[in-house]
């Protein structure tokens, strides 16, 4: 499947335990910039958990929630996740 993606990030938040030191849970928001249609992304963004080298790793680690978030290459950059507040 091809797409034009002018850029990419992935935002993590984990929920920590403390006895013994581990990441109990993550969430994952992947925020793409592109005029590609909405539709052809959510596609793309579907086939990651099957085929994506870094959703197999973390799922098998821990329960793994995924959000996908789109910006045209005209938009301002996406709010990001911030550990006390949550998302801004």
């Not at 335990?17 to 993550?26: A, F, I, K, R, S």
């Amino acid at each position: 499947m091809r797409v034009s993606i002018q850029d990419a990030y992935v935002e993590l938040q984990g929920e920590r335990q403390d006895q013994p030191p581990l990441l109990t849970h993550v969430t994952c928001l992947l925020v793409l910039v592109s005029a590609a249609p909405r539709n052809r992304l959510e596609t793309l963004f579907d086939l990651a958990p099957k085929w994506g080298t870094v959703t197999n790793t973390l799922a098998r680690g821990v329960p793994l929630d995924m959000e996908l978030a789109v910006q045209t290459p005209d938009m301002e950059q996406h709010k990001t996740i911030d550990e006390t507040d949550g998302i801004r």
